[in-house]
């Protein structure tokens, strides 16, 4: 094959930017329990966009991506006389109105979320392409297991779509029976030898955990490997309260808070949004119990951690990293006020104003409200 000499702007015409940043949001490094030698996240309020989830214009050089429905899973094609631009400002409101977990790209007509089912996640797309002369809506998975979760959330948006009659609903009833059928056919000719994998069958309710148990979790937490995992198991299984109090009763609160600190500073740069969730969710139990000491530079971990997740967003506008989550924002800073006694750290309380003056969530606004006014 003959080697072609192109260059720097032709290569990002045609491939993207090399220098983007790349996300994988299983990845974390080895973490250590806190201590006061490790160093706070770096203070990120110096660059920030505003609330992407304000339904903005969308950029002239958007376009649709091309699809083809025969290797889509999960599409509907729009009406004939359907408004694209309509239909993504609809898509728009639908996640403000039922998610805080997601980032619009506009320049593509897409939305990146998430969905969470028990100890599961899923990362997803929802995408307005192109075939031919039609234009359709589809979902992509992009990371996770919460199949069902992205089924059930599909559902809804189908139905949402149908509702607004910008999808004709006999339409794609038959396109959809037609598609499975076809799926079977193909499976049965290609794949009989194939045993389908029994059902993940997971209880509907968190299971009550011994201290063993979450000191096993607490050492997973450690290793790069198994962090995500025991976070995920921690934080579903802690919401339920007979789990936090066998974790206050056996004197474990304040190494897991710290190692869930430790877990915060060391991912802060990746954006894993599965793990500052699960994280999230567990310091605002934590802090309920009493039994937790927090110290300047975890204060300032959590203050950095709210920050970063809401008016920092430096990944460009088609990097499918989320990079806001207004439900992250709002369980940390619903503790803010409780466990803020006795710290006096001014580039919090500084950063604090900066959150409530430009946070594009009006409930993390309330939860911050009492600290601002009070310094």
């Not at 609330?51 to 004939?80: G, I, M, W, Y």
């Not at 059930?152 to 339409?171: C, G, I, R, T, Y």
């Not at 974790?247 to 990746?270: E, K, N, R, Y």
Request: charged residues 20%.
């Amino acid at each position: 094959m003959d080697n072609f000499d192109i260059s720097e702007d032709e290569w990002d015409l045609l491939f993207g930017d090399r220098t983007a940043h790349v996300h994988k949001s299983c990845r974390a490094a080895e973490v250590r329990p806190f201590s006061s030698e490790v160093s706070h996240v770096e203070n990120v309020q110096e660059t920030y966009q505003k609330d992407q989830t304000v339904t903005n214009k969308t950029s002239c050089k958007a376009r649709l991506v091309e699809e083809n429905p025969d290797h889509l899973v999960r599409f509907v094609t729009l009406a004939a006389d359907s408004d694209v631009m309509k239909v993504f400002q609809f898509i728009i409101q639908f996640f403000e109105t039922s998610h805080k977990n997601f980032k619009i790209i506009e320049g593509a007509y897409s939305i990146v979320g998430f969905v969470f089912d028990e100890t599961h996640f899923a990362q997803f797309r929802v995408q307005i392409f192109s075939h031919d002369k039609d234009a359709g809506v589809c979902v992509h998975v992009l990371d996770g297991t919460a199949q069902d979760a992205v089924s059930e959330f599909w559902s809804k948006l189908q139905n949402a779509l149908v509702e607004s009659d910008f999808v004709d609903q006999m339409q794609n009833e038959v396109e959809l029976t037609e598609s499975d059928e076809e799926f079977f056919e193909d499976w049965e000719e290609e794949d009989q030898d194939f045993v389908l994998p029994m059902p993940n069958l997971r209880s509907s309710e968190p299971n009550v955990m011994e201290p063993t148990h979450v000191t096993t979790l607490m050492e997973e937490m450690q290793d790069q490997s198994f962090m995500l995992h025991a976070l995920l198991l921690l934080s579903w299984n802690c919401q339920l309260q007979q789990n936090i109090e066998v974790i206050s009763s056996a004197g474990q609160a304040q190494q897991l808070f710290d190692l869930i600190i430790a877990c915060l500073v060391a991912t802060a740069t990746d954006f894993c949004l599965p793990i500052a969730r699960s994280a999230s969710l567990l310091v605002s139990k934590l802090a309920e119990t009493g039994d937790v000491q927090i110290s300047e530079q975890q204060f300032q971990v959590l203050v950095n951690t709210i920050v970063q997740w809401t008016i920092q967003n430096n990944n460009g506008d088609f990097a499918e990293t989320v990079t806001q989550s207004e439900e992250i924002a709002q369980l940390l800073s619903s503790k803010l006020p409780q466990i803020a006694q006795g710290v006096s750290n001014s580039e919090c309380l500084q950063q604090l104003h900066e959150v409530y003056d430009r946070v594009p969530y009006q409930s993390v606004r309330r939860n911050i409200k009492p600290l601002v006014e009070a310094y």
